[in-house]
């Protein structure tokens, strides 16, 4: 069956203006997760949501940073007034009701010029 | 605060050669354990997991790790490895908190290079 997708693959920016990173979880999977990894820094976790709700937003960087989720599916990162350290790729993840196994997506590299 | 640490960043090896990754994490209540691998130019799989029950788990592709939980260890080990495990792998941590929150903690991965 088909995997966590995301969309796009790369993305050039230039400081200051805003992106949109797109996350399409696994069919059935309600809970869904955003990492993001810089080089050398391994895996940060941002935010995790269960359905449409985020119970955990504890690792935005700042309040640049918001993520939402519809319909118990498909996610949105924006990064407003992006920053030449928000450069790394953002990593989406998730899982099925009850289990700690997440799946990733292939990431979106962010680079912020 | 919860973290994860391994202890080798960098490890090259010859194939045939045994390898074992080192990996440690701070919590003292219930965690479950996970190794993930990627591959060059591949996203993020789950190589094994442990959750409960017998601490010595196997994965895929040969390897296996022991979950030591009086040395709060989840080392990584396979006897032989070859040229196509040249990867990045991190340990990962699930530690429980009052919401309930399922994300994990990472270590910073150690790059894996086997050389033919």
């Known amino acids: 069956g088909a995997g966590v997708s995301q969309s796009p693959s790369n993305k050039v920016t230039e400081k200051g203006k805003d992106v949109e990173l797109r996350c399409d979880p696994i069919?059935?999977?309600?809970?869904l997760y955003w990492y993001r990894q810089s080089l050398g820094q391994g895996l940060e976790f941002l935010i995790y949501?269960?359905?449409?709700?985020?119970?955990?937003k504890s690792g935005l960087p700042s309040d640049r940073f918001s993520a939402e989720r519809t319909g118990g599916s498909v996610s949105t990162l924006t990064i407003q007034r992006t920053q030449q350290e928000d450069s790394a790729v953002y990593l989406c993840?998730?899982?099925?009701?009850?289990?700690?196994?997440?799946?990733f997506g292939p990431g979106t590299r962010l680079t912020v010029l | 605060a919860q973290s994860v640490s391994q202890h080798n960043h960098h490890v090259i090896l010859s194939e045939a050669a045994s390898l074992e990754l080192g990996c440690n994490y701070s919590y003292g209540g219930t965690v479950n354990l996970f190794w993930y691998v990627q591959y060059p130019g591949q996203h993020l799989q789950l190589l094994l997991k442990y959750f409960s029950g017998d601490p010595l788990v196997k994965g895929i592709k040969g390897f296996e790790a022991e979950f030591i939980k009086s040395k709060f260890s989840f080392n990584l080990r396979k006897p032989s490895v070859q040229w196509s495990d040249t990867a990045e792998y991190f340990c990962a941590v699930n530690a429980y908190n009052a919401g309930n929150n399922r994300k994990l903690i990472w270590g910073l991965g150690t790059s894996l290079a086997v050389n033919p």
């Open positions: 949501f269960q359905g449409n709700s985020a119970p955990d």
């Open positions: 069919s059935g999977h309600t809970a």
């Open positions: 993840a998730s899982s099925v009701p009850g289990s700690d196994t997440q799946y």
